[in-house]
């Protein structure tokens, strides 16, 4: 038992931060506040301010309005000369962006500048691999380096503002949209949003080559039920807040430019007029003062959820939950003026909302170079292809390396190349790509043949034409080819229509034909390497013991071929881990590492079906929490992903065994590659409160490091907690430290390392 009334702490801001405070000081506090407001001494505030002073009620919710762009058209130049439209989003060509810039800077009363938006999520033109993918990499200065190659090509047309990065806490494979986003632990996620933010918005937002990132969707739109998209999420405080909000904390702290809020209800209430969410935890509790957008139509959507009668009442939920600008709901517009006429929408709080939306065209330099300037095309830039490699090659995970097949050796004279997924330049760069040409796509089998196609026989024959197919009648071509050959490389996977917005699945094995293709390439006993593309942990347990080597490379973008050469022959050699936990069964998910325990956690040596005795009893299998068809682990651990080397952990050292409340505690550990080649290694250190006043989950990633490390070299890696990574949210919402015991491991996955504990007194 913790000594909780000693030490326990409110760490945070409360969900009413003047509660303690004499009433009248709060009064007073308050007062000064409000017109520091109106009397701004900061000149970035005063432009705002001034140019709110001379528009009018119609002009101010006009820049709330945001329509998607269909071209140049009159219609649309006059909504805008009418001041009627402040952001546009899906106009891509610079010339468009230009001409309607016109009709908005020279042909409307104020000449407020539009705000031009896209869905840039893993790239503009040269597509990165799926941010999923991005996240397996563990790196934040490869998912740093996406965000900035996609905000130079995407500026470069006049794009100023992206709707990335998606941070949904996502553990359900089933999910459409696991796939765009980081993971499933809040700490990975809070770590690499933040790096996607800062490559979008570069060092200044007012550099013609940055754009406004978007923190979205807030927030819980992962917790889904059954991963079905737009699901009610059912989360308790204590979830939300441990679980749901911290990436988007993180986010606040990077700098965010803007927030997008999401379909869903939480516990009854859509996001979308959700005033505790949006306007309580994110603007008082956090002090967000930027920009927040509906989803597209979200606003309106609370109508079919039952949460208001009418798109009248939806506009006026949204606005007083904080809900700046209206993404094609046509509700905002309509509706707004006479809202603040009949009183039930105060004038302030539209002042506010177009406070915010001027400051960012300030912010972005639009009013002072309002068009893009149309120059020599980045698109697909030496540069931003290299980086897409290295990406793609940081994201791809070694999960299965029997007989170290991979790396090929010099031995190999013949490859046979197979699977719908060997040549598919569209499906290989993922889920989310409007911009992105598959033509400028770098496919595998091209990769090889460019590369190796003169010093080895290259058997091709794809065996299916798509994942979906059916059709075996090219099967035996593909068992041909797999005879004549050294080796086969099954390249696998999903159609990238597989996952993504409203693309869930409940089967989440291998579509089409491609377990029966894989069952006749492993009957010609030649080693098989299986290529998984795909937006989601594919269910593949049936089929991994047909296989030697199993890369899980995500739908890995433009460069994805030369990628995957370069790790099937060992010029670069496999790094990433997995950002999710990988189930052995769909019946497994939601899964996840940083679970609670149960009063009756599973032990080892468990009975499954093949082995209970008939008319077993009822009680004879011991009563603990696991699947009696798939046990308690998945497949693979959170964190896990093999190498083409070895790392041996040793000398894991604390700085002290017993801390308090304001001590950092450093953690060190010797890591060795004791292999014959170099590698990358993903250290990875977690913690566990062995008791809680609130129970605590069973492990919590709380920091990690890449390391590089040659053949025989030991590094030293070093770690620092300070006891803010001790903190978490009980059920009070309120943000506790508390003192008691504490396990430590550093590792190479979630489920293996060394381990050691401490005290906080
Ligand atoms: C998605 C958002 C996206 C928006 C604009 C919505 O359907 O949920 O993530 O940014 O569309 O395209």
Redesign the pocket.
């Known amino acids: 038992m913790k000594h909780r009334t000693k030490y326990s702490v409110i760490a945070g801001l409360t969900r009413n931060p003047l509660k303690n405070v004499n009433p009248f000081l709060g009064i007073l506090f308050l007062m000064l506040l409000l017109s520091c407001d109106k009397q701004t001494s900061d000149p970035l505030d005063k432009k705002v301010n001034d140019l709110l002073s001379q528009m009018t009620l119609e002009e101010k919710i006009g820049q709330m309005n945001q329509i998607?762009g269909y071209g140049y058209n009159e219609d649309m130049a006059g909504q805008i000369k009418a001041g009627a439209i402040g952001s546009i989003?899906?106009e891509v060509d610079a010339e468009t962006v230009n001409a309607l810039q016109k009709a908005a800077v020279e042909g409307s009363r104020l000449g407020i500048p539009i705000l031009f938006s896209r869905?840039v999520i893993h790239g503009f033109k040269t597509i990165f691999p799926v941010p999923l993918g991005q996240a397996a990499s563990w790196n934040p200065q490869v998912v740093e380096n996406g965000g900035r190659v996609a905000a130079v090509e995407a500026a470069s047309v006049g794009i100023r503002w992206t709707?990335?990065p998606?941070i949904d806490i996502s553990r359900d494979q089933r999910w459409g949209?696991i796939v765009?986003s980081l993971g499933e632990d809040p700490y990975l996620t809070s770590v690499l949003g933040a790096a996607m933010i800062k490559g979008f918005q570069g060092d200044s937002l007012n550099d013609p080559t940055s754009i406004a990132a978007?923190a979205?969707?807030f927030a819980g739109y992962g917790a889904a039920e059954g991963g079905r998209d737009y699901n009610a999420s059912i989360i308790s405080t204590e979830q939300l807040r441990n679980t749901y909000l911290p990436p988007f904390k993180a986010a606040v702290e990077a700098g965010v430019a803007t927030f997008?809020v999401?379909?869903n209800e939480i516990n009854g209430i859509p996001s979308s007029g959700n005033e505790y969410l949006v306007k309580q935890i994110l603007r008082n509790d956090w002090g967000y003062n930027g920009l927040v957008v509906s989803?597209?139509?979200?606003v309106g959507e609370m109508v079919p959820h039952g949460y208001v009668k009418d798109l009248s009442e939806a506009a006026e939920a949204a606005v007083k939950a904080t809900v700046d600008m209206d993404?094609?709901n046509h509700a905002f517009l309509p509706y707004l003026a006479q809202l603040v006429k009949d009183g039930k929408v105060k004038e302030a709080d539209i002042d506010n909302a177009v406070r915010r939306i001027l400051k960012l065209k300030f912010q972005l330099g639009l009013f002072e170079n309002p068009y893009v300037e149309i120059k020599e095309s980045v698109f697909y830039a030496e540069d931003h292809l290299a980086k897409a490699k290295e990406a793609a090659i940081e994201s791809v995970i070694l999960l299965k390396n029997e007989n170290n097949v991979l790396p090929l050796s010099d031995k190999i004279k013949s490859i046979a190349v197979t699977g719908p997924l060997a040549d598919a330049p569209h499906d290989q760069m993922g889920t989310w790509v409007f911009d992105g040409d598959k033509t400028h796509t770098i496919t595998p089998l091209a990769a090889l043949r460019a590369e190796y196609g003169s010093q080895l026989k290259i058997n091709y024959a794809p065996g299916l034409n798509f994942s979906r197919d059916l059709d075996k009648k090219q099967f035996a071509q593909a068992v041909a080819a797999a005879r004549a050959s050294d080796v086969v490389l099954f390249f696998a996977g999903e159609e990238s229509i597989f996952s993504g917005?409203a693309h869930s699945r409940a089967d989440i094995s291998l579509p089409g034909a491609q377990k029966e293709l894989l069952t006749e390439l492993a009957k010609t006993g030649k080693p098989i390497v299986l290529i998984i593309m795909a937006g989601r942990a594919i269910e593949i347990g049936k089929e991994l013991p047909l296989v030697d080597t199993y890369l899980f490379s995500f739908h890995p973008g433009t460069m994805g071929g030369p990628a995957l050469t370069d790790l099937i022959f060992g010029k670069a050699v496999p790094s990433g881990k997995l950002p999710v936990t990988y189930p052995k069964m769909v019946g497994q998910t939601p899964i996840y590492y940083n679970h609670k325990n149960t009063g009756r956690p599973a032990g080892d040596n468990l009975p499954t079906v093949e082995n209970i005795p008939l008319e077993a009893g009822q009680v004879s299998l011991g009563c603990s929490s696991y699947y009696m068809d798939a046990g308690k682990d998945p497949l693979f651990p959170f964190g896990y992903g093999l190498s083409y080397t070895t790392f041996e952990y040793s000398d894991l050292k604390l700085s002290a065994t017993e801390l308090t409340k304001n001590d950092r505690l450093t953690v060190s550990c010797v890591v060795k590659n004791t292999g014959k080649v170099a590698g990358a290694e993903v250290v990875q250190l977690y913690i566990r409160d062995l008791v809680g006043s609130i129970t605590r989950p069973v492990k919590e990633l709380k920091a990690f490091d890449k390391v590089t490390l040659q053949p025989g070299e030991a590094k030293t890696v070093e770690f620092t907690l300070t006891t803010d990574a001790l903190k978490f949210w009980n059920e009070k919402d309120r943000e506790i430290l508390e003192p008691g015991d504490f396990d430590l491991w550093v590792g190479t996955n979630s489920a293996e390392g060394l381990k050691s504990s401490f005290v906080l007194k």
């Open positions: 998607s989003l899906n869905d709707f990335a998606m949209r765009e978007c979205k969707h997008m999401s379909f989803d597209w139509n979200s993404m094609e917005e």
